[in-house]
Each structure stands twice: as C-alpha cells, then as structure tokens.
C-alpha cells in the first residue's frame, strides 16, 4: 500500500507498506496519521535545515560585514591622519612663504638700500677726490666699492630668485671675460687671504 506524505497540500514524499493478510479500514484511518505526523516532522527537520542554513549565512555575512566595516574604519583613520598631516604641510608651507616674504622684504628695504647709499658714496670718492687719497688708500676704497658691489649683486641674486619661482624672471645673456673674473676674484678675496697668511696668485707660477 502507497501512503503519500502531504503537508499543507505538498507532496514531501511516500511510503510502501505491507501487511499480511491485508489492510483493514481501521488501519487506513491509523496509517492517515502516522503519515501526517512523519509529514509534520519531515516538514519542520527540512525548515528547520532552511533556518539553519539561513542563520550560517547571515553569520557569515554578519561577519564579513563586520570585517568590511573594520576596514573601513581603519582606512577613515588612515585618510583622516594623511588629511591632518596635509593640513599641517600647508600649515608650514604657508608659514614658511610668509617667513619668505619678510626676509626678501628685509633684503631689499633694509639691506640693499643702505649698501646703495654706502656705494654712492665710494663712488663718489673715488671719482670727484681720488687724488686726494694715497695708492694704498685708493686701493682698499676700491676694494670696498667691489665688495659693495658683489653684496647689491648677491642681494639682487636673491630677489631674482624670488623672480624665478614667481615666473617673472627675464634672463638676458651676454659674454663675459674670465680672466678679468679672476682677477677681480682674487683681488676681492686678497684681504681673507692675508688673515691666514696666504697669497692667491694668477696665473700660477711654472714650475
């Protein structure tokens, strides 16, 4: 005899039974239970595997959304530092553009101004009184206009500079004679070399 397993109008399955000598219509009404109490078991184990594979994969999910959000904030915490040392980049940059400013300020108004003054001046010696002076003492005058000059054109190297960096820089090129750049050289630094007791000389002496 077949007895099909039905819960709630599904069909979960069937079962073969015998009896010798036959069923009785009693036995019907008997077997219609049993099988509606294996269909209800049969029913809630195959529910309750549906949950359980539900609740795995929910944990599972639970756990890697767990893990994302993790990553997530480590990686908030990574942006958030960069974007605090950013900040404190720009901080100093802008700091060190004014400390630029300030000091190029200082080097053109109190520096080469006073050295222009000071340089007139030599000049001025030099070309309205210089018989009036020894050859010694018109030497160092003229050493002193050079040296003056050499610190207005350091002054003025330091404001091109600022120049280059602002774009506004015009280079002009034109030839220059390097013997009388080294002997003017020499000239500037013979006074530094006297105080170690040295003498540049040139063109250097043969051997």
Same mark, same amino acid.
């Given at each position: 005899?077949?007895v099909?397993?039905?819960?709630?109008?599904?069909?979960?399955?069937?079962?073969?039974?015998?009896?010798?000598?036959?069923?009785?219509?009693?036995d019907? =009404?008997l077997?219609? =239970?049993?099988s509606?109490?294996?269909?209800?078991?049969?029913?809630?184990?195959?529910e309750?595997?549906?949950?359980?594979l539900?609740m795995?994969?929910?944990s599972?999910?639970?756990?890697?959304?767990e893990?994302?959000t993790?990553?997530?904030e480590?990686?908030?915490?990574f942006?958030?530092q960069?974007?605090?040392?950013?900040?404190?980049?720009k901080?100093a940059?802008?700091?060190?553009?004014?400390?630029?400013t300030?000091?190029?300020?200082?080097i053109?108004h109190e520096l080469?101004?006073?050295?222009?003054s000071?340089h007139?001046?030599?000049?001025l010696l030099?070309?309205?009184?210089?018989?009036?002076?020894?050859?010694?003492?018109?030497g160092?005058?003229?050493i002193a206009?050079?040296?003056c000059?050499r610190?207005?054109?350091?002054?003025?190297?330091i404001?091109?500079?600022q120049k280059?960096?602002?774009g506004?820089?015009?280079l002009n090129s034109?030839?220059?004679?390097?013997?009388?750049?080294?002997?003017?050289s020499i000239?500037?630094?013979?006074?530094?070399?006297?105080?170690?007791?040295?003498?540049?000389?040139?063109?250097?002496?043969?051997?």
């Open positions: 005899m077949i099909p397993l039905v819960h709630e109008g599904n069909v979960l399955g069937s079962m073969k039974i015998r009896k010798i000598g036959g069923f009785q219509p009693e019907k =009404a077997l219609k =239970a049993v509606e109490n294996i269909s209800v078991t049969i029913y809630s184990a195959v309750y595997d549906k949950k359980k539900l795995f994969k929910t599972k999910q639970s756990r890697e959304l893990l994302r993790t990553q997530v480590t990686l908030n915490e942006l958030s960069k974007l605090e040392d950013l900040e404190k980049a901080a940059s802008e700091a060190a553009n004014i400390a630029k300030e000091f190029t300020s200082v053109s080469r101004t006073p050295l222009t000071i007139g001046s030599l000049a030099l070309g309205t009184s210089s018989e009036k002076f020894s050859e010694s003492h018109l160092l005058l003229e206009e050079r040296n000059n610190l207005i054109q350091l002054i003025n190297d404001l091109d500079i280059i960096e602002s506004i820089l015009t034109s030839k220059q004679d390097v013997k009388t750049l080294i002997e003017t000239s500037n630094n013979a006074a530094y070399a006297n105080n170690f007791n040295m003498k540049i000389i040139y063109p250097p002496e043969q051997e």
